[in-house]
């Protein structure tokens, strides 16, 4: 199994920043893609930025320039820095993890979630 476990959300003026965080634990091979979701009220799970095992990021119309996410391999972490922030970026936050684990009869793919992270922008 693969755990992880956010931090970094909060209530926040329009035009301030936060900086979430999103920690994998388990018996961890390798991680492909780490990303970040949010859920607004009534709506569906987007998703807001991701980045693969080579650096490589996407990032929502809607975020890039103000949004920026990063990734510690040593710590299976990611951060998603968010900065300029407005009252529509208002969601629970959710980071998902893909890769592959190591289990009792060998290695298999994994696809986890975190339990989610509120932020809120006031206007």
């Known amino acids: 199994q693969v755990q992880l476990a956010e931090s970094g959300g909060g209530l926040v003026q329009a035009g301030g920043s936060l900086r979430l965080s999103c920690s994998a634990s388990g018996t961890i091979f390798s991680i492909n893609t780490m990303a970040w979701y949010r859920q607004a009220p009534g709506k569906q799970r987007d998703l807001v930025a991701a980045i693969d095992s080579g650096g490589n990021t996407y990032y929502v119309d809607s975020v890039k320039g103000r949004f920026s996410v990063s990734r510690d391999n040593e710590k299976n972490t990611v951060f998603l820095q968010m900065n300029s922030l407005k009252p529509e970026d208002t969601a629970v936050y959710y980071c998902?993890?893909?890769?592959?684990?190591?289990?009792?009869?060998?290695?298999?793919?994994?696809?986890?979630w975190g339990q989610g992270t509120q932020v809120t922008v006031s206007s």
């Open positions: 998902n993890f893909k890769g592959v684990r190591d289990s009792w009869d060998g290695r298999r793919d994994f696809d986890s």
